[in-house]
């Protein structure tokens, strides 16, 4: 088999006839060099000699990978709609959904792992959890979860502390998308738009009107209500991704507490209950159908009626 030489743009390139295909490369950017496969597939370290923690380690780190793009992608639409680039904020909040419809399949990965499987190596983990993923929580304050005291766990990285702080104190998501709310004419308090950003956010009964007026004439608001459906979206999955990992850690562990010291699967379920965009979700229980449809209840009274007689409250 022959390899002509070349020289490209100073790159000194080559050429072969491989399987019937004309294959080329040169000295320049390869595969490897591009992706850093050496370095990637290096960074499996087992702290033990089970073979069933190469499984542990790997499921963790691409799902690590998956939020670095997640965060990747949020930062993204943020700045799409600080430009009022609706089009383009829908775009990538479509690709983070996509991203967490993966990410929730991959929870049947590490689902393999019998719980005798993970006791072989549970115990060379010492105290190492996934509490400690700055990443996890950089996603949660950029969607609008922020929690302060949950920065004190990596107070030994200075450098993972410090961005950590920085997302915790900027707008997030759900504060770019009522300021858009704003922009758009509605009427959004102000110590909404303007508060400190570290704090956890608060629900307003003005911002659930908002919504709600998006939500009872799609019509005449259509490029912010099919954004609702988007961002809304993204909390359904995410939702599904938390419940995923909570049921994955009671097949495996059952009710024993993390290596981390927290309390395991209990603490998984009430993360179920913590909302990123709560008056997008809240607004939901105060819809009723438009008078022509004439198929369903007319206010939340009849609704509250059709579930006393056993109906289905969808309707169904």
Not at 117 to 128: E, H
Not at 139 to 152: M, Q, S
Request: contains cysteine; proline residues 3%; charged residues 30%.
């Amino acid at each position: 088999m022959s390899i002509k030489k070349t020289i490209v743009d100073g790159v000194e390139t080559f050429e072969a006839e491989i399987d019937g295909e004309t294959i080329q490369w040169d000295r320049g950017l390869s595969y490897a060099r591009h992706l850093q496969t050496e370095a990637l597939l290096n960074a499996q370290v087992p702290v033990s000699d089970k073979p069933d923690e190469m499984l542990f380690i790997i499921m963790h780190q691409t799902m690590e990978l998956w939020i670095k793009l997640c965060i990747h992608e949020a930062d993204q639409a943020m700045e799409a709609l600080r430009a009022d680039k609706l089009g383009k904020a829908e775009k990538t909040l479509d690709r983070i959904a996509t991203i967490l419809r993966h990410m929730i399949h991959s929870w049947e990965v590490l689902a393999t792992l019998s719980p005798h499987d993970f006791l072989t190596f549970r115990g060379f983990l010492r105290k190492a959890s996934g509490f400690q993923s700055h990443q996890y929580r950089a996603l949660e304050f950029c969607l609008g979860l922020k929690r302060a005291d949950l920065v004190l766990v990596h107070n030994d990285d200075a450098e993972k502390r410090a961005e950590l702080e920085r997302v915790l104190h900027a707008p997030s998501l759900y504060d770019e998308l009522l300021r858009l709310l704003a922009r758009r004419g509605f009427e959004i308090p102000a110590d909404t738009l303007e508060r400190d950003f570290s704090q956890g956010y608060v629900p307003s009964d003005e911002v659930e009107d908002a919504w709600l007026a998006i939500y009872t004439s799609p019509g005449e608001n259509w490029d912010l209500y099919t954004l609702a459906e988007k961002v809304t979206a993204v909390e359904y999955y995410f939702q599904e991704w938390r419940f995923k990992h909570m049921k994955t850690v009671s097949r495996v562990i059952g009710h024993k507490t993390g290596t981390g010291g927290s309390s395991g699967v209990n603490y998984l379920v009430k993360a179920l209950d913590l909302p990123f965009f709560p008056e997008l979700w809240a607004m939901r229980t105060r819809m009723s159908a438009p008078k022509e449809g004439g198929n369903y209840a007319d206010d939340a009274a009849k609704d509250e009626g059709a579930k006393d007689e056993g109906g289905c409250p969808l309707g169904h």
